[in-house]
């Protein structure tokens, strides 16, 4: 049982789902302490996002206001000679830098008076019927009544709870990303466009003209090859359009990270201990919503402790909620990922069929996806 009186929750981890958390909670009327094991937020870090629509809904409901990024409605997918082979338009979703929605997080955790502490790496937990205790690797300690692990895809507290617990497994693409100026290309700001040639490619005109573009390389051992990776990817993408003026105007390439997928986790809580966000449940990065799944899980984990005392059943209850989905969306980028050339040429050829049939649909349902906060959770 949640101890009778002010309820306190101990959150690992400043990123997304984190943050999310400790604004819900605080919307519940439950109070918690963020643990971040970084010396200051990720600001700077990591490239663009994109929150779909069903992501901007949850952070509106944790108070933050989709007005940060800019504005996406289209996705159109194209092969390599420039033939569209589909489109899918609705609510918009925004693009944004990982620093810009840390930074707002971060703006409205300050603003609410929730206390971030940076530089708290957990390393171990202990639970008894009174409460849990987080122990630190400074060694410092920290009692409360429940924690909720939200410290991403190789969670500390996901191994806790059960040590036999998968791991995120490599699916053999390397992500990069970069800008290229004065390319010749073109496109609506308003439009992500992906093209399915040799390789993957995403860009993104944005307002000031600038593309963004973001790919996949098959690469066997990311961890053993390096080299001239812009060199690679010029040779890998050929005479693709419209990757090779991208390639050849852009100066640098980042390497964004490798793409990994964590299997099914078993068990999502035990104890006085939960988990929420990539600890829990990481669609591999081309699902596009990992940040959004995070979120929604956030709100909604904080309405089962809301409405329901008794932790165990509020735990399970939460699971339930979000397993179905947050796993039919992992399987679908999964698929995504196993033709590592982006695209079989009979895929190719069915693509505007499969668009229209159960593409679009699958994925507009994914994004009308809403939680009522106000609805008692039973
Ligand atoms: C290349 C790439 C592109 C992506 N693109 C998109 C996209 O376009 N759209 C989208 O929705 N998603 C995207 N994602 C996925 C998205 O980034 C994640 O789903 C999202 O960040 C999950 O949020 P989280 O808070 O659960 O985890 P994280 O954002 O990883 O945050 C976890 C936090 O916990 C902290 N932490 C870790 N261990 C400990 C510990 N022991 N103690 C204390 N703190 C700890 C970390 O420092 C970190 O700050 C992408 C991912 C990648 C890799």
Redesign the pocket.
């Known amino acids: 049982m949640l101890r009778e009186g002010t309820v306190k929750a101990l959150v690992?981890?400043?990123?997304?789902?984190?943050p999310v958390t400790a604004l819900a909670l605080r919307k519940a009327g439950i109070e918690s302490v963020v643990?971040?094991?970084?010396d200051t937020t990720?600001d700077g870090v990591g490239?663009?996002?994109?929150?779909?629509p069903n992501?901007l809904a949850a952070l509106q409901l944790a108070g933050l206001e989709p007005d940060f990024g800019e504005p996406l409605r289209h996705m159109v997918m194209a092969d390599a000679k420039g033939r569209t082979l589909g489109r899918i338009s609705g609510d918009p979703s925004r693009v944004v830098t990982r620093a810009e929605l840390y930074q707002r997080l971060r703006e409205l955790t300050v603003a609410q008076q929730i206390k971030v502490e940076y530089g708290?790496?957990?390393a171990d937990v202990t639970n008894d019927e009174n409460g849990v205790t987080a122990t630190f690797s400074d060694g410092s300690k920290e009692t409360g009544d429940v924690l909720i692990g939200?410290?991403?895809?190789?969670?500390?507290v996901r191994a806790i709870i059960d040590p036999q617990a998968p791991q995120p497994e490599y699916v053999g693409l390397l992500?990069f990303g970069s800008y290229a100026e004065n390319s010749g290309v073109h496109g609506d700001p308003e439009t992500m466009y992906f093209v399915f040639g040799s390789s993957f490619l995403g860009y993104w005109e944005q307002p000031d003209g600038t593309v963004a573009w973001f790919n996949n390389l098959a690469v066997e051992h990311p961890d053993q090859e390096s080299g001239n990776w812009l060199e690679r990817l010029r040779e890998a993408y050929g005479d693709d359009l419209p990757a090779k003026q991208l390639l050849a105007h852009s100066s640098e390439v980042v390497a964004?990270?490798p793409?990994e997928i964590m299997p099914s986790v078993p068990h999502w809580y035990r104890d006085r201990m939960v988990l929420?966000?990539?600890?829990a449940h990481?669609p591999s990065?081309s699902s596009?919503?990992?940040?959004?799944?995070?979120a929604e899980s956030a709100i909604q984990l904080a309405r089962c402790l809301r409405d329901i005392p008794d932790l165990p059943t509020a735990f399970a209850t939460y699971e339930q909620l979000r397993r179905p989905r947050v796993e039919r969306i992992a399987a679908r980028a999964a698929k995504t990922n196993s033709d590592k050339r982006g695209m079989g040429p009979l895929t190719r050829l069915l693509m505007p069929l499969v668009m229209k049939t159960f593409g679009a649909k699958a994925f507009t349902k994914d994004q009308n996806y809403r939680i009522d906060w106000d609805a008692k959770v039973s």
């Open positions: 690992i981890g400043g990123g997304i789902a984190g643990f971040e094991a970084y990720a490239g663009m996002l994109t929150v779909a992501g708290k790496r957990l939200a410290d991403g895809i190789r969670s500390r992500g964004a990270g793409l929420v966000g990539d600890s990481a990065a596009g919503q990992g940040a959004s799944l995070a």
